[in-house]
């Protein structure tokens, strides 16, 4: 039985793009500091949380990373595999804001994660 999601140790193996996987990983997490190509608007994500940043998902062609807990006071950051675009999500509770890639602002965390979906097909 795989441990719960917070429980899960951070790896110290160092991805690169390619290398980081599309889906959850069940056994481990991926800090931020383990990706090489990590910008520092990502690296810098928790830290007014106090909390560290971890590799969530691809959707498309961008990479999820969150700092915080799934509900609360949370972060995310999705980052597009070419490094050029970063697309932020602040989270309140169960309610949350941020500018999706098609430019529009989102309040729900589902609509934002569809507009990047919309914005790069894939997962």
């Not at 441990?3 to 290398?19: G, I, L």
């Not at 999500?89 to 569809?114: I, M, N, Q, V």
């Amino acid at each position: 039985m795989a441990p719960a999601p917070h429980e899960r140790p951070f790896v110290d193996t160092v991805y690169s793009t390619a290398d980081l996987p599309d889906t959850p990983q069940r056994d481990y997490r991926i800090p931020a500091s383990g990706w090489l190509q990590a910008p520092s608007e990502l690296l810098s994500l928790g830290d007014d949380l106090g909390e560290p940043v971890e590799y969530k998902r691809r959707i498309g062609r961008y990479l999820l990373w969150r700092a915080g807990p799934p509900v609360g006071e949370a972060r995310y950051l999705a980052v597009s595999d070419d490094g050029a675009t970063c697309l932020r999500f602040d989270l309140h509770g169960r309610r949350g804001e941020g500018s999706g890639p098609d430019g529009a602002r989102h309040t729900r965390f589902r609509t934002w994660k569809e507009a990047l979906h919309a914005d790069g097909g894939g997962l």
